[in-house]
């Protein structure tokens, strides 16, 4: 069975540096807001461009500090409304309610998955006050257009980049384009930790300064406390950790680029419809990171069987769309034709840094062998 995506053999391959730098932590009897989170953000924020990056303990939590950030600074307030996109992970989602900020849902542009300028411009109201993009799959949105549209209506940006660690378009990386940008390195990203870990980047040291506090119990002194905070930190061993994988991400990305790569040249079946992509070679597109590899199909319960009984592993990204989930149960009568039609057709297929030239032709061949009799 090729597995959707193998966590052991992937760290496996980093077993000698992670376990020194395990030990280096255990050795230092320093476990909270060390050198390793210092020098983790400090090699993070370089590697993405940006002055700053502050450490938190999730994705989610990266996001949800920002915009509780933007209202303690006083640019946001309760009831403002944010676009974001109707197809993304809840999490994008669940940071904008739970800060009691209005998300409006916008369709994203069929081709790309992911939000367009077009439809950001068409979504904005006199109460928007806030954009967030996520780079779904892997793949980042149009930030110059999308920046463009903020800078028009003066909106703020948080991208999600949680699935795009490295992603690129005209020359800059995710992460370096809105006024921040959350992380998370759940260990299934494509930079992840061994447990839960995030992280803000921004070019702005106050909004930095402010989530930093806010995630340490609303405190920048110790035991003086300017805000009801939270904690939510990245610890010293996640740190250590991803300080071992932030080396070999751009190698781990180059990978997954070829077999996308691979993928694109050799799968061949008119009822798959595969990921469309801006330059005809996979391997040197640097906007798209492959976090998935996403292909769409009309039989798609069929094609999961097919896949199946050739030993192919998949998984649905995702099954149900935030606006049908019953946590948003005041969304039901919300129809998102493109949406709707993504969640009922798409499919996963394995893909990561540790397949082998076999399992990628087995998974070719197991596509290009499925017929759709409809
Ligand atoms: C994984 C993910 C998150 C949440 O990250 P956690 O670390 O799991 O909290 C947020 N947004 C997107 C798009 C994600 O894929």
Redesign the pocket.
């Known amino acids: 069975m090729i597995n959707f995506l193998n966590l052991k053999d992937i760290n496996a391959r980093y077993r000698s540096e992670l376990i020194e730098a395990c030990s280096k932590v255990i050795d230092s009897g320093w476990y909270i807001s060390g050198k390793e989170v210092a020098a983790f953000e400090s090699e993070f924020a370089s590697y993405c461009g940006v002055r700053h990056c502050v450490g938190v303990a999730?994705?989610?939590?990266?996001?949800t500090l920002t915009i509780r950030a933007w209202k303690v600074l006083g640019l946001l307030k309760e009831g403002d409304e944010v676009i974001v996109p109707a197809n993304?992970?809840i999490?994008?989602i669940l940071a904008v309610t739970e800060n009691n900020l209005v998300p409006v849902l916008v369709e994203p542009e069929e081709f790309s998955f992911n939000l367009g300028a077009e439809g950001i411009a068409n979504a904005v109201t006199d109460r928007t006050k806030m954009i967030l993009p996520?780079h779904?799959y892997g793949r980042i949105c149009n930030m110059p257009a999308i920046m463009d549209v903020a800078n028009k209506y003066g909106l703020l940006v948080l991208e999600?980049s949680?699935?795009s660690h490295g992603a690129m378009i005209a020359g800059k990386k995710a992460g370096n384009w809105g006024h921040a940008s959350?992380f998370?390195?759940?260990p299934g990203?494509n930079l992840g930790a061994l447990g839960?870990?995030?992280a803000v980047t921004t070019d702005n040291e106050t909004l930095a300064d402010t989530i930093r506090a806010l995630g340490n119990y609303g405190s920048k002194v110790k035991y003086n406390n300017l805000y009801k905070g939270v904690n939510s930190r990245l610890d010293e061993m996640q740190a250590a950790m991803l300080r071992v994988k932030l080396r070999h991400l751009d190698d781990d990305t180059a990978i997954r680029r070829a077999v996308a790569s691979a993928y694109i040249s050799g799968i061949k079946n008119e009822a798959l419809q595969l990921p469309l992509v801006s330059g005809t070679d996979a391997k040197v597109c640097s906007e798209h990171v492959w976090?998935l590899f996403v292909i769409r199909s009309k039989k798609r319960q069929a094609l999961i069987q097919h896949l199946k009984e050739r030993g192919v592993e998949t998984l649905i990204h995702y099954p149900i769309p935030p606006h049908k989930q019953q946590a948003y149960a005041e969304w039901g009568d919300l129809q998102l034709a493109i949406t709707e039609r993504i969640h009922a057709e798409v499919i996963s297929l394995p893909i990561s840094q540790t397949m082998t030239n076999e399992e990628i032709e087995l998974v070719v061949h197991a596509c290009n062998s499925f017929q759709c009799e409809s």
């Open positions: 999730n994705g989610l939590d990266a996001l993304t992970y999490a994008s996520v779904l999600d949680a699935q959350a998370s390195f759940y990203k839960d870990a995030g976090h």
